[in-house]
Structures are given as C-alpha cells and as structure tokens.
C-alpha cells in the first residue's frame, strides 16, 4: 500500500518552528478574557434598570468561553445577561472572532420575543441610525457577518422590517467591530451594551 508524502510548505514550516506564534496568540486570547471580565461587571451595572423585567435572567451569571474552530479559527464568547432554554432565549453575545471582528449581539426568542416585540418593531429608524445589522440567516448561532447572515438594518426599507422580523422564530440584532480598534474595546464595547438597552427599554 502506498501512503502520500506529508509535505508541508516553506511557510507553514516556518510557522511550525516559531513557539512564539502560539505564545503570542496565548497572550492575545488572555486580554481577551481579561476585557470581557472588565466588561462583564460594568454589564453588571448598566442592567439594572431592567431588573424587574429580567428577573430571572439576571439570576444567572456570566460565562465566558472559548474554542479553536468558529469557522476554522479561535474565538472567545461572553454571554450576559444569558438565559438558554429549550424555548425562551435571552442573551447578549459578546464575541472576539479571531482574524475577524468583535460584535455583540442581541439574540431573543420565545417569550422574551413576544415581550419585546413591539419595541423592537417600533425602534426601527434608531436601531438602523444606532449601525446595526439584523440577523437574516435561518441559524440563531450563526455569527458571521457575511451577506447570507446578517443584513445592516439601514438598508432594509421600513416596511419589509416587520416581514423580516416575522419571517423566524428568533430575533437577532447585532454591532460589529474591527479588530484595529481593539484597544479601544475597553469604551467602544460598554457603549455597544448601552445602545442594546436603550432598543429594550
């Protein structure tokens, strides 16, 4: 039986031989979690005019996760507030894709749905004016931006916005951000939290 020769190229040679590609990468994924820990309790603060409507959301804590393969690449996840049932869904993802973005989305389905429904509808101009994209594709965790995913909320006439909110059983709404403002994130990403509660109350 013949086997293939395993050959790798000069450069992933290159790569192979340099521990100081992964160390660097430990080092980025290791301010990742050190923002999002930040984040999460300014999270904390900013919520609490919503506390009677999100009682038991708020009763569970953040989480913050990582993985090595979103599409072939690494990404680190802070959920909160967060509330997964079989159902009823609520949760604000915050997400540092690697090579691509950091977004946070708003992801609400059954009864938090219904709840705010209304306000979300009627919010149209303000989420379109505030930059941000609506969730289109058929997969609530899907998180890419390409055009089969996410539509920018500024290019959808007024009146296909009820349609598009209608056409799943999930609603997601969603602000991206270029990895070159990365030390910024530490303003740019309680702000993005901020403008999410200025569409829910």
Known sequence: MNHAKILLSEEELKLASDPG???TK?????????????????MQEAVRPLEKELQEVLKVPAKISR????????????????????????AIRTMFWWGNFMSMTLLLKGNYREHYHQRIIRKYRDIADLGFYAGIG????????GEDNYLPVSMIEEDEWLTL???R???KIALSFPLS???RMDEILPDAFRKILRILQ
């Open 67 to 90: 993985g090595e393969n979103y599409l072939e690449l690494p990404y680190v996840i802070l959920d909160y507030p967060r509330y997964f049932r079989p159902h009823d869904i609520f």
């Open 21 to 23: 590609v992964i160390l």
């Open 169 to 171: 059983d999930f609603t």
């Open 165 to 167: 909110y209608e056409a």
């Open 138 to 145: 058929v997969d609530a965790w899907e998180h890419h931006f």
């Open 181 to 183: 403002d990365f030390n």
């Open 26 to 42: 430990n080092a980025v994924i290791d301010a990742v979690y050190q923002l999002f820990g930040q984040l999460s309790l300014q």
